[in-house]
């Protein structure tokens, strides 16, 4: 069995704000029907939180979800417990239309922390970065720069936000560009 390393090896970058590869996590995409009452038992069941509004993301100590598209869910646990929340996953949604795939491997997850958190991606994200245009709670698929990604904010002055691992290290260094000290405008 080979060394699990993330995209960009751990790195991390003190700027204007704080860039950190988040490490490896466990990152399942699960889509079928989001309004059936066996879909939201699983879920609950897998990562201990229940169904997300639209555009919603719900973290805990078991994991977390995110709502991704209208039959779309990102669920996130720890990396060695993927395949198995999979099964489980497989076994409680058996008989209905779904899918559940481990895109562990296939993800990079970065942390950004400090005030600046929204200028920095607002940097190179068409997403409204205001309090207004994400609070709390809500994430956004977007891009940064042509990269796909998706954020939300953990907190007020925390963010994480996840890639395709093939790009991760550029994301990385965009991330620590777009963090550098002296470069935020203060606009939000």
């Known amino acids: 069995m080979s060394n699990v390393i993330s995209a960009a090896h751990g790195a991390s970058f003190d700027g204007a704000v704080r860039v950190q590869d988040a490490g490896v996590k466990g990152m399942i995409t699960v889509r079928g029907d989001l309004s059936s009452a066996k879909m939201a038992k699983a879920v609950k069941a897998a990562v201990g939180m229940g ?3 639209v555009r919603g993301v719900k973290t805990g100590a078991k994991g977390g979800v ?12 720890d990396y060695s417990d993927a395949d198995g929340v999979v099964a489980k996953l497989e076994k409680a949604l058996k008989g209905e239309h779904s899918l559940a795939v481990n895109v562990s491997d296939a993800r990079a997850i970065f942390t950004l922390t400090g005030k600046g958190v929204r200028e920095v991606i607002a940097k190179g994200s068409p997403a409204d970065m205001s309090v207004d245009g994400l609070p709390l709670g809500e994430m956004r698929r977007s891009r940064l720069g042509q990269i796909a990604v998706a954020f939300w904010l953990t907190k007020e002055g925390e963010l994480e936000l ?16 777009g963090a550098a ?8």
Do not use: I
């Open 66 to 77: 995110a709502w991704m598209s209208p039959d779309e869910l990102m669920l996130f646990c």
């Open 181 to 188: 000290k002296d470069t935020l405008p203060g606009h939000l």
């Open 162 to 177: 996840v890639c395709f691992r093939s790009v991760g290290q550029f994301v990385y260094e965009w991330l620590c560009n």
């Open 51 to 53: 169904m997300p509004d």
